[in-house]
Nanobody
């Protein structure tokens, strides 16, 4: 059974940084869109950043563009989300997710939780003002 396991969440002050990671037991280097999504208190789950694993190209939500960076380490089967200049509104549970078996880049698709079949358990990020 494929597993996605996130780690690295925590509490930081506004302006700080965190790097969260996701180890993917089903990692392959093609045909996969890896993503980070988040869900704040009382809010719907929303897409934050995604990577087309084939090329390493990335795509970000407007709210995090320029502050967050998603990367991968193929040797470690791991995807990372580096979060800089954190704001209190970034407080949320952050989830790693995978959409596998794709024949084309996912960026033209709507960035919706429904697009992803495999999910991690989440890691909490709390940003205080």
């Amino acid at each position: 059974q494929v597993q996605l396991v996130e780690s690295g969440g925590g509490s930081v002050q506004a302006g700080g940084s965190l790097n969260i990671s996701c180890v993917d037991s089903g990692y392959t280097d093609s045909g996969v869109c890896m993503a980070w999504l988040r869900q704040g208190p009382g809010e719907e789950r929303e897409g934050v950043a995604r990577m087309w694993v084939n090329s390493g190209s990335t795509n970000y939500a407007d709210s995090v563009e320029g502050r967050f960076n998603v990367s991968q380490d193929k040797a470690k089967n791991t995807v990372y989300l580096q979060m800089n200049s954190l704001k209190p509104e970034d407080t949320a549970m952050y989830y790693c997710a995978a959409d596998r078996g794709r024949s084309r880049n996912c960026f033209s698709d709507r960035f919706s939780p429904a697009e992803f079949g495999d999910w991690g358990q989440g890691t909490q990020v709390t940003v205080s003002s």
